[in-house]
């Protein structure tokens, strides 16, 4: 079966670890990607997989909300921060996927958190990847946060006296821990969800829809799967 090009749809893949964590529900969900999709090596953008109504592309996480938001890619996996960040009105997020577990947190160094008391904060300095969340999130308690945004490395500001904390992702703390850094407040829980243009979804609702039942199918599978091996350890 051939599809026109009006037919495919988009789904946008962030790049990084948490590719590694989707391949397999994007396998489970019958979305076999072109090999060149595994290849870091290869400069492609564009890949085509075994149905021939989808498409993917790897982007920066961020970049999957905007592709998604206006429409130029109609589904899409995203974390809930960049979620909250952007915090786009086209954007459907229907399905928590259970991968990419991590929390943003507010971290400083060490020796500063010894004698620091995060609730006698009136004015905070912070380098960070979500300078609306993070202002969100410190004046629901009355407090002004002042953001440098980064877009990477944000540990190496408070070694370098850019700010003395930062708000980012932690997962293991290993990244803190390298540079002398603390995890004070963790801000929310972040996990990677299915996202969809929900204009796609109202013009094109048993295509799209069609997908979002085969992710949700694979999800359940998952979790039984992670639930018949936690009770098979005792
Ligand atoms: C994220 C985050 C931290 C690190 C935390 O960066 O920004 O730097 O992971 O992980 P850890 O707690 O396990 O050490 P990532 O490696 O995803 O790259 P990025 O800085 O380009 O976003």
Redesign the pocket.
């Known amino acids: 079966m051939s599809v026109s090009d009006s037919n495919k749809l988009v789904m946008a893949l962030p790049k990084?670890?948490?590719l590694k964590e989707v391949m397999p529900l994007l396998l489970a969900a019958g979305i076999e990607p072109e090999k060149e999709f595994s290849d870091d090596n290869s400069r492609k953008l564009r890949f085509a997989t075994s149905q021939p109504d989808i498409e993917l592309i790897r982007v920066?996480?961020f970049d999957v909300a905007t592709f998604v938001a206006f429409g130029a890619a109609q589904l899409g996996v995203c974390g809930n921060d960049v979620l909250m960040e952007f915090d786009f009105p086209e954007i459907y997020a229907p399905l928590d996927l259970d991968i990419g577990h991590?929390r943003l947190s507010v971290a400083e160094p060490a020796s500063l958190s010894a004698s620091d008391d995060p609730k006698r904060w009136s004015h905070v300095r912070v380098a960070t990847?979500y300078p609306h969340v993070t202002q969100t999130y410190f004046a629901a308690r009355g407090v002004q946060a002042e953001c440098i945004k980064l877009?990477?490395?944000?540990?190496l500001a408070p070694t370098l006296g850019l700010c003395r904390r930062i708000v980012?992702?932690?997962?293991?703390?290993?990244?803190?821990?390298?540079n002398g850094l603390v995890e004070v407040e963790v801000i929310a829980q972040v996990t990677s969800r299915l996202v969809v243009n929900r204009a796609a979804l109202k013009t094109r609702p048993i295509q799209v829809g069609g997908w979002l039942e085969k992710f949700t199918a694979a999800v359940e599978a998952a979790t039984a799967a992670k639930a018949g091996a936690k009770k098979a350890a005792g």
């Open positions: 990084g670890r948490i920066r996480s991590c990847k877009n990477g490395a944000m540990e980012d992702l932690v997962s293991t703390g290993a990244t803190l821990k390298a």
